[in-house]
């Protein structure tokens, strides 16, 4: 592999100012993924004003070292109380209009800046930066592959360890320790495998159970690397299964191939979950998936486009999303299969590779 490729920074912040459209004369960045999207910066604690021609960079004591590494391009501030800092820049440059994370700033930070700064008019922008996001450039979409491929050396481990006999959490962490060691800043989430009934819990955590005989397994991991994280499910039987946990098995996995088929630029996100919610309608199990066909993967574990029936998203060359159709029987089993797709010119690439034939042992 030759030398790593640079962020585009600056094709970032050219980005960001043409959302900022005529109503906003700047815009404060106090999301952390955010703000080391635009900058780079991998520390704890910082805020970003960018307005139309000048982007501010504003971190603690504590970062100054870091924050000189990381970060280029940017008038850097050092600040004791963040909303000073804020405050004083915000009247020093005659900012008039200043948007707001409002999904990120606590109403207890509006307020004291509101307080701050009477004459500024402080308006609410909702998923400017997270819009960015969406689409992956080649930096991104090389750590995010990554991610990915550490991730299905966990799966390759997890094939072995998840037998009957095991214990959920004895398991996770032995996988979890392994991905640690080859390399995971940490793991995603927190780690799921289901084993019989309690895959019918879409969520359900490693638990002290002991896995048996002839069960469906549902192992859903994720890790983060380099700062992007990868999410990937499998099912794993347990021995010898009955028709029915093969059924399901079945149903899904046709689900979901048929959800990585109607992937391309153009598709709606709502049509490609509709493509696998077809095919577990058809079977008779329709009420037993109750959750979205996939979401956004990058910085954040879940991330803009949403794949559920009332999303308005559009698929774009560059976005990689999971498609994770499921099945999830109360009492009795679930299944899932996950995998994340960048989308192509042509259709998607799947980044996640294990595979997905089920082996009765
Ligand atoms: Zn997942
Ligand atoms: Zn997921």
Redesign the pocket.
């Known amino acids: 592999m030759g030398a790593k490729r640079e962020a585009d920074y600056k094709g970032r912040l050219r980005g960001l100012r043409t959302l900022l459209g005529d109503k906003l004369d700047a815009l404060l960045v106090s999301d952390l993924k955010n703000a080391r999207y635009l900058s780079g910066f991998t520390g704890s604690n910082a805020f970003i004003i960018v307005t139309r021609d000048e982007a501010f960079f504003l971190t603690d004591p504590r970062y100054t070292a870091q924050a000189g590494e990381e970060v280029k391009g940017f008038r850097k501030r050092i600040f004791r109380k963040a909303l000073d800092e804020i405050s004083a820049l915000v009247l020093e440059k005659r900012i008039k209009a200043l948007g707001f994370e409002a999904a990120n700033l606590s109403y207890a930070t509006y307020r004291k800046l509101a307080k701050a700064l009477p004459k500024a008019r402080l308006r609410p922008a909702e998923g400017l930066v997270e819009r960015l996001r969406e689409k992956k450039d080649p930096f991104e979409v090389e750590r995010i592959r990554a991610s990915a491929s550490l991730l299905d050396t966990g799966f390759r481990k997890a094939a072995r360890l998840v037998r009957a006999g095991a214990i959920e959490t004895d398991a996770a962490f032995s996988i979890e320790a392994d991905l640690r060691r080859r390399g995971a800043e940490a793991m995603?989430?927190d780690t799921?495998i289901a084993s019989g009934a309690r895959g019918s819990l879409p969520h359900g955590r490693a638990s002290g159970k002991r896995i048996k005989k002839g069960e469906l397994v549902v192992v859903?991991?994720?890790v983060l690397r380099d700062g992007y994280n990868s999410?990937?499910?499998r099912t794993f039987a347990t021995g010898r299964l009955k028709p029915r946990q093969r059924e399901i098995y079945g149903i899904a996995k046709d689900a979901q191939a048929a959800a990585i088929n109607a992937i391309r630029p153009g598709a709606r996100a709502s049509d490609v979950d509709g493509a696998a919610r077809k095919v577990i309608e058809r079977a008779g199990y329709g009420k037993f998936f109750g959750h979205g066909t996939g979401h956004g993967v990058g910085l954040d574990?879940h991330e803009r486009p949403s794949l559920g029936p009332l999303s308005e998203d559009v698929l774009e060359e560059g976005m990689v999303v999971?498609i994770?159709p499921g099945i999830y029987l109360p009492g009795y089993a679930g299944v899932?299969i996950?995998d994340m797709a960048l989308v192509t010119k042509g259709g998607c690439e799947l980044l996640t590779k294990t595979p997905k034939e089920l082996v009765e042992l």
Do not use: K, Q, V
């Open positions: 995603a989430f799921i859903d991991m994720g999410d990937e499910t574990i999971t994770e899932r996950e």
